[in-house]
């Protein structure tokens, strides 16, 4: 079965940087344990973050966004908040068998 990998490239306010770091925080607790995803989140450059989600499968991706919790929502929302410019790139990566 092959692997699906979302990344989530934004760059964040840099006033709202320790804003930020808190949240990601809140974020991995929540996705790695309570909804048992396999998340995490990298700083590319300064104040530019990738999050990335590894699926185990195609299902597993496309459950992603429909499977949504009030929690996960209110985190989502609370990060849009903290984008500069409001934007995030999407990239999806399917692994070849």
């Known amino acids: ?6 990344q989530i ?3 964040i306010d840099p006033a709202k940087r320790e804003q930020y770091l808190a949240l ?4 991995k607790a929540h996705f790695n344990q309570v909804r048992k995803k396999n998340y995490s ?4 450059k300064k104040n530019s973050f990738v999050e990335q989600f590894a699926c185990a499968s195609m299902a597993e991706y496309d ?3 429909d ?13 849009e908040g903290i984008l500069k410019e409001g934007k ?9 068998d």
């Open 1 to 6: 079965m092959a692997k699906v990998l979302l």
């Open 9 to 11: 490239s934004y760059d």
């Open 24 to 27: 990601v925080t809140e974020m």
């Open 41 to 44: 989140v990298y700083e590319a």
């Open 63 to 65: 459950a992603l966004e």
């Open 67 to 79: 499977d949504l919790d009030e929690k996960s929502e209110e985190l989502v929302n609370r990060l």
């Open 88 to 96: 995030a790139k999407y990239t999806t990566l399917a692994e070849i």
